[in-house]
T-cell receptor, first 111, second 108 residues
Framework: DAEITQSPRHKITETGRQVTLACHQTWNHNNMFWYRQDLGHGLRLIHYSYGVQDTNKGEVSDGYSVSRSNTEDLPLTLESAASSQTSVYFC??????????FGPGTRLTVL | DAKTTQPPSMDCAEGRAANLPCNHS???????VYWYRQIHSQGPQYIIH???NNETNEMASLIITEDRKSSTLILPHATLRDTAVYYCIVRTGNQFYFGTGTSLTVIP
């Protein structure tokens, strides 16, 4: 069955380190999204992509970057991790229908 | 951008209908209303969506007022597994704007 996966599921890192969170989907969807979820804020959009080589900034993009070299993957990179980036990160994808499908999430702790 | 307002929490007795309200008074004519739910810390799960007409699927019904300024998600026979946070979302283009949702607790 087609699916969307994220790795790692849990990550602990130190302030200042570069971290990359992986997102992989097998639906061949063009549209992919990264969100972060913090208490009291719901889910907030970080970056999104409408296709290969396309990336766009979302509501809370500072300190994050993404790249889209193929349809299946949209890795999220924290260039220099900060404690404020401790959060749960969700990746999602959307095809030609109106529905976004979410991955299981990555819990990131920055010490 | 249209935003949504939901009550922070609700309770519902098992087997009864759960009616979750949402206000989206600034919604534009081409913006869809979506409902997702999130159980524990899992990824959000799609429930239903609509533009103008009421919608029903195997999970729930969505009632949208004629002026489109509010909607209600109905879970017809709530079970304990329906305990979750429910998000009412307005979609603008490809972007979803999540609020803080309603925490629904189904009581035995």
């Amino acid at each position: 069955d087609a699916e969307i996966t994220q790795s790692p599921r849990h990550k602990i890192t130190e302030t200042g380190r570069q971290v990359t969170l992986a997102c992989h989907q097998t639906w061949n969807h063009n549209n992919m999204f990264w969100y972060r979820q913090d208490l009291g804020h719901g889910l907030r959009l970080i970056h999104y992509s409408y296709g290969v080589q396309d990336t766009n900034k979302g509501e809370v993009s500072d300190g994050y970057s993404v790249s889209r070299s193929n349809t299946e993957d949209l890795p999220l990179t924290l260039e220099s991790a900060a404690s404020s980036q401790t959060s749960v990160y969700f990746c999602a994808s959307r095809g030609t229908t109106d529905t976004q499908y979410f991955g299981p999430g990555t819990r990131l702790t920055v010490l | 951008d249209a935003k949504t307002t939901q009550p922070p929490s609700m309770d519902c007795a098992e087997g009864r209908a759960a009616n979750l309200p949402c206000n989206h008074s600034t919604i534009s004519g081409n913006e869809y209303v979506y409902w997702y739910r999130q159980i524990h810390s899992q990824g959000p799960q799609y429930i239903i969506h609509g533009l103008k007409n009421n919608e029903t699927n195997e999970m729930a019904s969505l009632i949208i007022t004629e002026d489109r300024k509010s909607s209600t998600l109905i879970l017809p026979h709530a079970t304990l597994r329906d305990t979750a946070v429910y998000y009412c979302i307005v979609r603008t283009g490809n972007q979803f704007y999540f609020g803080t949702g309603t925490s629904l607790t189904v009581i035995p």
